[in-house]
């Protein structure tokens, strides 16, 4: 329950920003234009490039910008506040909580995706909708599929990012490994352009990394791409990076606790 | 004479000396510059890999090879590579004006929009600029230079980096209106980065018109590059829209100006 | 001609009230309100009053960041907001919480990059820098940076920035807030011989009443956008029927004393607290009771400034 109230805290916290919510949405609109008529051009030469269809190809561009807030592909989120809090030094407050401090910064993470989902996800969306008419969900279970893939998405992400604040226990200062890590998460998530299009190992690789989870993935869900039981194969995929990356989360946290402990916060 | 060297050596003197300041201070966190200069680096080099990897699927994107885009991609990546070392804090605006920053500068005797570009200077875009000059080198090859060539891409690069400043200073002024409206500059800025890495004939002629009149971002490198590559206007439009960056960048600069004076009026007469 | 002068001084905002869930409804509230007041040079007047009741208003207007609504202000003979970076040459300004500063630099660069923007002359730079290191003891922090100084030695950086180019006016905005008693102490005494010897003029807005008492000969007390008191500290105690106390050591405890022109507020033992009119003279009450009372050891309280300015604000809270 105490999760629960940390993530509608955040919500909360985020639904106050109004003016920025409606600038970034106008961004992301624009944005999405500018792909549709590039990835247009492209399937224009190429109509099946990658496997798909220049249909799917919009759609792509459109969940892409639905997303880019809401799995937080840039940086940003509670990570923010974590890098902050251990550069000032009251990560010691939050070490001696007797909640986990990761469970913690997680549900409120969550609580800001769903924020994100809701404005910066929704409204690219049904942008999409009017002016490209971008596929709906590829029937029932792909939808169901979808809304599972989200939090697991989140969830990848968050645990990069957390990975990428905890570098200021050691260097004091993220905004060097954040900057270099959203470079990264934009680039293989498939956020520039869709994995399927990256030519021979590159894809193979690409498609092989936890970025893929972020993007790629819950497109492909969305777009029908996964049939029959190979939705699971693809939801099993982000969860697997998921615990993977969150036991790396605990086992850095530990390393730190530790060093944080010894100099005396 | 001495009108122009108080209106226009002495802010630009005053910029030199605090962005130089600034480096210094920068200079504070060696490990953190740097990391940071070779993120800027990254993230464009990557965009550029993005673009490399489509044609593995395509051999021409309407109806430009990857050489020529190469040479639309440097052009605009340098240009607002610039700018944006140019512009220094002026996308931060609304947070100037929340903390009280902003007050701080308006007690000083500096025009406020050379203290506004010169704070928080930083060289880390020079991984953004070296990286699409790069590019822009390697696809400079591809040109069959003439003089007349040589000119245009200079003045290219040069418009290009006013119409860019022109476009971060301009539209980051909603924030003496809204101050968390940050992003929406991010739509002609950034955005106009994005969308001047292709080709404009991908785009229908309504959208060329509106980038040709209304938001001049076609004068970033379009124009200038059909004359660089010889190239016929797929539109139709005459050619002598080819030499007009000088023109649009001044035109825009003069509207950013305007947008400026307005959104210091408005602060001055309203306090938020 | 005065160096300040600021007449029948307005300033209105325009509000935007929640009224409804979602409707929201304009209204104007004005943050200052048919203000006057001079100051002449050399003048140390501390600008007081509660939390938004119109003082970083005031200072925005006479620095030139914020346009009057109406009325007419004059700074050293100029129009702050038309003549903004003019007037810039001629102020200083400090605010209290926000150091101007470069954080990752060490003092000396931050003032050597004013020098450049004011355009000091050289040796002029030079011996104002000597003399604010000297009296403000930052000689030896001169190449560290500003980050690892302490509050109080930035705060004493931030003064000596704003000073470099001998202005006619400072501004200060809080000035000692969060300093301990030392650095309080010695900031006040730097303050006092700048205007002694250079004729500096100082108007200081604070929370701290020491200040002002250490500082100020004149205070305005401003509340609701309005003066209600213009004048000297002393006299500031004569206003809003404010009390001086008589505390009386009885050689024996006793019930409340009883005389003519002032009332008990408390005893305690053979130690009895009465309070009177703070422009009465104590003279009569003390050999009242003197004469009735087996009296061990008398004194008297000034009122503390603080209780004075509350009775202040209470009394004019109508409007």
Wanted: glycine residues 10%.
């Amino acid at each position: 329950m105490l999760h629960v109230a940390v993530a509608t805290r955040a919500f909360r916290r985020y639904s106050t920003y109004t003016a920025a919510t409606l600038a970034g949405i106008f961004t992301n609109s624009v944005f999405g234009i500018i792909y549709s008529y590039a990835y247009l051009a492209l399937w224009a030469e190429n109509p099946t490039a990658g496997g798909y269809d220049a249909s799917d190809a919009v759609t792509y561009v459109w969940l892409g910008q639905a997303l880019l807030m809401t799995v937080a592909l840039w940086g940003g989120g509670t990570t923010d506040d974590l890098a902050e809090r251990i550069r000032t030094g009251d990560v010691a407050i939050d070490l001696y909580r007797p909640v986990g401090l990761l469970g913690w910064y997680l549900a409120g993470d969550l609580g800001r995706a769903t924020y994100h989902l809701l404005t910066r996800g929704l409204a690219p969306t049904l942008i999409g909708v009017l002016l490209f008419h971008i596929q709906l969900p590829d029937g029932p279970v792909a939808a169901c599929a979808f809304l599972v893939s989200l939090p697991l998405a989140v969830t990848v992400s968050f645990a990069l990012r957390f990975l990428v604040a905890s570098t200021a226990f050691w260097l004091l200062d993220a905004s060097g490994p954040r900057v270099l890590s959203g470079a990264l998460a934009m680039f293989f998530s498939g956020m520039v352009l869709p994995l399927v299009l990256f030519p021979g190992w590159l894809g193979t690789l690409a498609q092989a990394l936890p970025w893929s989870a972020m993007v790629q993935v819950p497109n492909d869900i969305w777009l029908g791409k996964y049939p029959g039981t190979e939705v699971l194969q693809a939801l099993g995929f982000q969860l697997a990076w998921a615990l993977a990356l969150l036991g790396c989360c605990a086992l850095t946290l530990r390393t730190a606790t530790r060093k944080v402990v010894l100099q005396g916060g | 004479m001495a009108e122009v060297s108080t209106s226009i050596v002495a802010p630009a003197r005053n910029y030199v000396d605090i962005a130089t300041l600034w480096v210094r201070a920068a200079w504070a966190y060696p490990g953190s510059f740097l990391m940071m200069a070779f993120g800027s680096l990254l993230i464009t080099a990557l965009d550029f890999v993005g673009i490399w990897a489509m044609f593995a699927s395509i051999d021409s994107l309407g109806g430009f090879g990857l050489r020529e885009i190469a040479l639309l991609y440097g052009a605009t990546g340098v240009g607002i590579g610039l700018a944006d070392t140019m512009i220094g804090s002026v996308e931060r605006i609304g947070v100037y004006v929340r903390t009280g920053r902003l007050d701080q500068m308006l007690t000083r005797p500096v025009p406020l929009m050379v203290q506004v570009c010169a704070d928080q200077f930083t060289l880390r875009r020079l991984g953004r600029i070296t990286q699409a000059g790069i590019v822009f080198g390697w696809a400079a090859t591809y040109v069959d230079w003439t003089p007349s060539r040589i000119v245009v891409a200079v003045v290219m690069v040069a418009s290009s980096t006013v119409i860019f400043f022109a476009m971060f200073t301009g539209f980051s002024c909603i924030q003496f209106w809204t101050t968390d409206a940050s992003e929406f500059a991010n739509a002609f800025t950034y955005g106009g980065n994005t969308l001047t890495q292709y080709p404009l004939s991908i785009f229908p002629r309504e959208i060329m018109v509106g980038l040709t009149f209304v938001v001049p971002i076609a004068f970033v490198n379009w124009y200038p590059c059909l004359y660089l590559l010889g190239r016929e206007d797929p539109f139709g439009l005459p050619q002598w829209l080819q030499f007009c960056s000088p023109v649009a960048a001044v035109a825009s600069l003069a509207g950013a100006l305007l947008i400026w004076r307005t959104g210091v009026r408005h602060y001055t007469s309203t306090g938020s | 001609m005065s160096l300040i002068e600021v007449r029948d001084l307005t300033r209105t905002f325009a509000v935007r009230r929640r009224s409804g869930r979602l409707r929201r409804s304009p209204s104007v509230v004005s943050a200052v309100h048919d203000l006057s007041f001079t100051i002449e040079s050399g003048e140390m007047v501390g600008y007081i009053g509660p939390n938004g009741a119109g003082k970083s208003t005031t200072i925005k207007m006479l620095t030139g960041i914020l346009v009057p609504t109406s009325g007419e202000i004059r700074v050293a003979g100029l129009a702050p907001s038309a003549r903004r970076t003019d007037l810039a040459r001629r102020i200083g300004v400090v605010f209290g919480q926000r150091t101007t500063l470069w954080w990752d630099l060490p003092l000396r660069d931050s003032f050597e990059l004013l020098q450049k923007i004011y355009r000091v002359p050289h040796d002029r730079f030079r011996r104002n820098l000597d003399e604010f290191l000297e009296l403000l003891d930052l000689g030896r922090l001169l190449d560290t940076p500003v980050r690892q100084l302490s509050l109080g030695q930035r705060m004493r950086g931030d003064i000596a920035a704003a000073l470099l180019h001998d202005p006619d006016i400072l501004y200060l905005d809080e000035p000692t807030i969060g300093l301990d008693v030392i650095s309080k102490g010695r900031l006040r005494e730097f303050l006092r011989r700048l205007n002694a010897e250079r004729g500096t003029t100082l108007l200081l807005t604070t929370h701290d009443l020491q200040d002002i008492e250490a500082l100020c000969h004149r205070v305005i007390v401003i509340d609701h956008g309005t003066a209600i008191f213009d004048g000297a500290l002393g006299d500031l105690h004569g206003q809003g029927g404010s009390t001086r106390t008589l505390v009386v050591d009885l050689v024996d405890t006793a019930p409340a004393i009883e005389v003519p022109g002032a009332v008990v507020r408390k005893v305690e033992g053979p130690r009895q607290w009465l309070s009177f009119p703070a422009g009465a003279s104590a003279a009569p009450i003390v050999a009242a009771v003197a004469a009735s009372y087996d009296v061990a050891d008398l004194s008297i309280q000034e009122p503390a400034i603080e209780d004075v300015i509350r009775d202040l604000y209470s009394a004019t809270g109508s409007f």
